[in-house]
């Protein structure tokens, strides 16, 4: 039985990509070589210093331990200068209403991103409140495809690995999911996450009844909420 729903945030809850991608251009201009789009996608869900490493791969740079820090904390001010601006607006499409759907039904909520500034975002679109536990790139050692991300938002859940449901945009993040022994819920194509438990384009229109059909995994719901 389903008693928990774990969500990845940057491609799920928001749309960070594009903010990723203008920080990351900068250092790329900066350094005197070009990062296109699809560059960027190879960073989705990757950890900040991982993305740092793939970023200087492609310039084909090779860079000092401080050096690499000192990149990394720039990127990020300029990362921050965006997202502190962002708005409830900015939340994905029927993010909000599934999330307030699931705590209607009693299904408890964690959120599981490789992100530092998780709790500045989920702060900025005012769902901070919608999540029972908050782990993020502050609380974890290994990045994903490492379980540990998922493993600790149900251990804090107080719920089994395999009561848990993952949605993620990210290839590594449902091969995390798959690790950790727990349902997995692509947000994206099929083509890319096609190996996941179940493919959604996004939350738009998706109800929890829908999803407990189309995953083929019934939900233990502990309060009578509309699902
Ligand atoms: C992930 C993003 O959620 O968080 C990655 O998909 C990002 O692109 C990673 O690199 C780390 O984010 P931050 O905010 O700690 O730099
Ligand atoms: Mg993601």
Redesign the pocket.
């Known amino acids: 039985m389903i008693e928990a729903c774990i969500f ?4 799920v809850v928001v749309d960070t990509a594009k903010y ?1 991608f203008i920080a990351w251009r900068a250092l790329a201009e900066e350094l005197g070589f070009e990062f296109t789009h699809q560059d960027n996608e190879r ?6 210093m991982q ?1 740092l490493e793939i970023l200087l791969e492609i310039g084909g740079l090779q860079f000092s331990e401080p050096e690499k820090l000192a990149m990394a904390e720039k990127k ?1 001010t300029l ?1 921050v200068s965006y997202i502190e601006k962002m708005t409830p607006e900015e939340t994905l499409p029927g993010v909000e209403k599934f999330l307030q759907e699931l705590r209607d039904s009693g299904i408890k909520i964690a959120l599981g ?5 998780a709790p500045m975002i989920l702060e900025r679109i005012q769902l901070s409140g919608m999540f029972d536990a908050i782990v993020d ?1 502050n609380s974890i050692i290994e990045a994903k495809p490492n379980p540990e991300v998922f493993l600790k938002g149900a251990e804090e859940l107080g719920v089994l690995p395999e009561s848990c449901v993952v949605f993620e945009d ?1 290839i590594a993040g449902i091969e995390a999911a798959q690790h950790a022994n727990m349902y997995s819920v692509g947000i994206g194509d099929l083509e890319t996450l096609g190996f996941a438990d179940l493919v959604i384009p996004g939350f738009d229109g998706y109800t929890v009844e829908r999803l407990m059909k189309e995953l083929k995994a019934p939900f233990l719901f502990s309060k009578s909420g509309k699902a």
Request: proline content about 0%; glycine content about 14%.
């Open positions: 990845d945030l940057d491609g990723h960073l989705k869900g990757v950890s900040r993305s990020n990362y991103s490789a992100s530092k500034n790139g990210a």
